[in-house]
Nanobody, 127 residues
Framework: QAQLVESGGGLVQAGGSLRLSCAAS???????IGWFRQAPGKEREGVSC????????HILYSWMDRVTTSRDNAKNTVYLQLKRLKVEDTGRYYC?????????????????????WGQGTQVTVSS
């Protein structure tokens, strides 16, 4: 039903910024879009969530003040703006789509499980 493709990664110096894009090839309206980081040898860690329905967002605590996520529903694209990047932010960044947990009564915008995943885009931060 949907395919997600990330782009925008690259090599950046510490303190710099990158804007990552998550483009959907199918309909994703009604889904929540999560961003994740996976460092080599580590499991994926959540970064943020965004509702394509109303634009509400949640930024995980460790990323607070350094990340914003936004949507452009006309382009079926969600963005992740990374700021003041650190060397330890290096990893592969993935976007994923999952059902809105609020439909099940949850107060969270972040799904517990995601249905679709992109292939990721590499972010490397140098000192």
């Amino acid at each position: 039903q949907a395919q997600l493709v990330e782009s925008g990664g690259g090599l950046v110096q510490a303190g710099g910024s990158l804007r990552l894009s998550c483009a959907a090839s199918g309909r994703t309206f009604g889904y929540e879009i999560g961003w994740f980081r996976q460092a080599p040898g580590k499991e994926r860690e959540g970064v943020s969530c965004l509702s394509t329905t109303d634009g509400s967002t949640h930024i995980l605590y460790s990323w607070m003040d350094r990340v914003t996520t936004s949507r452009d529903n006309a382009k079926n694209t969600v963005y992740l703006q990374l700021k003041r990047l650190k060397v330890e932010d290096t990893g592969r960044y993935y976007c994923a789509a999952g059902p809105d947990p609020r439909r099940g009564g949850s107060a969270s915008v972040c799904p517990r499980q995601y249905t679709y995943w992109g292939q990721g885009t590499q972010v490397t931060v140098s000192s």
